[in-house]
């Protein structure tokens, strides 16, 4: 794990990985980084020997107050990996698995408590902050999932999570867009998602967990991710409360047969609280929460519609932190007649 307090972005320039930035601790300026590194791929590729200069450089633009930097736009990012090599997401929340099998009408799969679930998603297509939400039908049921992932170096096969912490690069904010209507044929069938996992939208900006300083902590980032649909508070529950496991645990057990390359990405899943007071991360979690509470079908939260906008960000100690920046997506329900 790099100790240099880096924040990185990917701006647009017409080409499909973009151009690697870096970003002031304020999110207000950014600069392109210096050097061989071209994409953040490119970073991740040559991790140890490429990060020093990056944060020279990084240096310097402190100590000039960014001022010949750029003022930072987020309509102008794209996904900090807009493809990755690998996207490996787990289930870590244990209140998100109650809620999400009780939908599902199944118990808590067995030995949920000594492995990680984990699914590979589709990691071709990665979307920005403020592209929207595509989907073709809204009777597909279209939720979002608020999740805090990390970015890996090089993991060997064999990776202890003692020594996974190491192989950490970089630490996301994003939004695992599900499309809840196709879950249950496909799961039905056996062979896992596809089709009812489009394509994964992420905030703005990547930061090292050294720059997430004391809110990194014991493999997680002690920080609320607060949710908001169309301008509505939805949720803000704690990233680091009552997890089953933390990231380098995760990635042990990814790395247990096979290596991971550099580049890839692992989530630790919707972030849920067992806290009602906390709101959630995403609809179906909520509205199974209202049916607990007897409510009606008629008074469950909506699945997403044609033109609605969801927010997603992250709140450290200092409520005015930028931290990772904002998702704010509308939906395009193209096949909408």
């Keep these: 794990m790099t100790d240099f307090p880096l924040r990185l972005a990917t701006r ?29 791929q490119a970073l991740l590729d040559d991790w140890a020997a490429l990060t020093p200069a990056l944060d020279e450089q990084r240096r310097g633009l402190d100590a000039s107050g960014w001022a010949s930097a750029a ?20 289930s870590v929340y244990r209140n998100h698995a109650r809620l999400i099998y009780q939908w599902r ?15 590979q998603g589709g990691s ?30 090089d993991v060997p ?15 996301v904010l994003l939004n695992d867009v599900s499309l809840r209507g196709l879950i249950p044929s496909e799961l039905a069938k056996g062979f896992g998602f596809y089709q009812s996992k489009p394509a994964t939208s992420f905030a703005p900006i990547a930061l090292t967990p050294a720059a997430l300083g004391a809110a990194w902590k014991d493999g997680m980032p002690d920080l609320r991710v607060r949710i908001r649909i169309n301008g509505g508070w939805f949720g803000e529950p704690s990233a680091n409360e009552d997890t089953v496991f933390n990231f380098p645990q995760i990635i042990e057990h990814l790395a247990r047969t096979r290596g991971l390359g550099a580049g890839s990405i692992v989530g630790a899943g919707t972030i ?11 609809i179906t979690e909520a509205r ?26 992250a709140v450290g100690a200092d409520p005015s932190d930028a931290l990772f920046g ?3 997506q509308r939906v395009e329900v193209r096949g909408r007649r």
């Design 12 to 40: 647009k320039n017409g080409a499909r990985d973009g151009e690697l930035m870096l970003v002031s601790p304020d999110a207000r300026r950014w600069a392109p980084a210096a050097g061989p590194a071209r994409t953040l």
């Design 157 to 171: 096969m064999g990776t202890s999570a003692a020594q996974a912490g190491d192989c950490i690069a970089l630490v």
């Design 71 to 90: 003022p930072f736009e987020a309509s102008a990012c794209m996904a900090p990996l807009p493809r990755a090599f690998q996207w490996a997401d787990a």
């Design 326 to 328: 904002a998702i704010d």
């Design 105 to 119: 009408q199944e118990p808590i799969p067995p030995r949920y408590e000594e492995e990680p679930l984990v699914y």
């Design 288 to 313: 199974v929460r209202a049916q607990l509470g007897g409510a009606p079908e008629a008074d469950l939260p909506r699945y997403l519609r044609h033109g609605d906008r969801v927010g997603i960000e």
């Design 272 to 282: 849920s609280n067992a806290d009602p007071r906390s709101g959630s991360a995403c």
């Design 124 to 153: 071709d297509v990665m979307i920005g902050p403020e592209d929207p939400i595509v989907a073709v039908d809204e009777a597909h049921q279209i939720d979002l999932e608020a999740e805090i992932a990390v970015v890996t170096t």
